[in-house]
């Protein structure tokens, strides 16, 4: 064995190898044994190293970034889901790609281009520049992209349940202190999935309809008075002035009550009393000094931005919203 380790040629064993003791006869020391208290030490350190891992990972992500339109309803709903989880973030509108925007100079000659051009030609060429912004909602969280607002509710969820799973139902770091998202029985939290998915086809899609005007309105108003029937039967069995006895707006009121709004500013559905009641309830302290002051300053002034919005090349139904497939983020 001396031998043999003799004629390795500078070859490096590990540090604590065998090869390195110079006696061959030495013996390795036995493994010490851990008593019982002394596995729940090892134990209560190895979780700790994990929750430090995890923690680190998603503080390395650093600040979400949000991408939309202000006047875009369903940006509303993704701000509302960022703004309960208590995660900082920034919005921002979708500009440009930075190739095609121009240098001063061609600026100047596009200026003096463009007043030879006429009016239909300019405007199809706006219209051609805004339609490459095919994500006109985006959210950025270190290597996470998402584009639909479901998929971030869901993520929003996500970080509010692992922060609670770590530290017996508290919510760590930044989402200390955050309401609950979705209802905490597991089967409420079951029943309030399966509802949202039915508001995708009774909300949802006649939102959309009746915005653009397709198919038949009297069949979209009557999806959408389905849908009322449905949440006023789900208020009416919660304690609370909120669905599922949350004390505070959830997943459905910040998913729902946008939608509504956007219809009643737009005079396309009038919601019952009861439902217009819920929908200032819902947004009165999450849009306060953003939506909410807006609109009841000038509220006329907001509703023509937003009926312009809709009519421009931004506002168009997301690809999302016809997605029925399997790869849908409602299957």
């Not at 700790?48 to 990972?57: E, S």
């Not at 940006?75 to 309960?84: D, E, F, G, N």
């Not at 463009?114 to 300019?122: L, M, R």
């Not at 959830?250 to 939608?259: C, D, K």
């Amino acid at each position: 064995m001396a031998q043999f380790k003799t004629n390795l040629l500078g070859a490096k064993c590990p540090k604590n190898h065998p090869l390195n003791h110079d006696k061959d006869e030495e013996e390795l020391a036995p493994a010490q044994v851990l008593d019982y208290k002394g596995l729940l030490q090892e134990r209560a350190r190895v979780r700790k190293a994990r929750f430090d891992r995890w923690r680190n990972g998603r503080k390395s992500r650093g600040v979400m970034r949000l991408y939309g339109y202000a006047t875009d309803p369903h940006a509303v709903q993704a701000k509302l889901a960022i703004k309960t989880s208590r995660q900082a973030f920034t919005f921002k509108e979708p500009e440009l790609p930075y190739w095609m925007v121009p240098d001063e100079d061609e600026e100047d000659e596009a200026e003096a281009h463009d007043d030879q051009k006429d009016p239909e030609t300019a405007k199809r060429e706006q219209e051609a520049r805004e339609a490459i912004l095919l994500e006109p909602l985006k959210m950025i969280h270190g290597d996470i992209v998402l584009t639909t607002p479901w998929e971030i509710c869901l993520y929003v969820d996500t970080l509010l349940q692992a922060g609670s799973k770590v530290i017996k139902n508290r919510h760590t770091t930044a989402n200390r202190g955050a309401a609950p998202y979705f209802p905490s029985v597991p089967a409420e939290r079951q029943q309030c999935m399966l509802f949202l998915r039915k508001l995708h086809t009774f909300l949802v899609v006649p939102f959309w309809n009746l915005v653009e005007q397709k198919e038949d309105e009297d069949t979209n108003r009557s999806l959408i008075a389905t849908a009322v029937t449905k949440i006023e039967e789900l208020l009416a069995s919660s304690t609370t002035t909120y669905a599922f006895g949350m004390k505070k707006p959830g997943v459905l009121e910040q998913w729902a009550a946008p939608l509504f709004q956007r219809l009643q500013r737009l005079n396309l559905y009038t919601p019952t009393e009861g439902i217009a009641t819920w929908v200032n309830h819902s947004l009165g302290n999450d849009m306060e000094g953003e939506e909410g002051s807006s609109s009841s300053s000038s509220g006329s002034g907001s509703s023509a931005v937003e009926a312009e919005f809709h009519k421009s090349n931004r506002g168009k139904r997301p690809q999302w919203v016809d997605a029925v497939n399997v790869d849908s983020v409602w299957q």
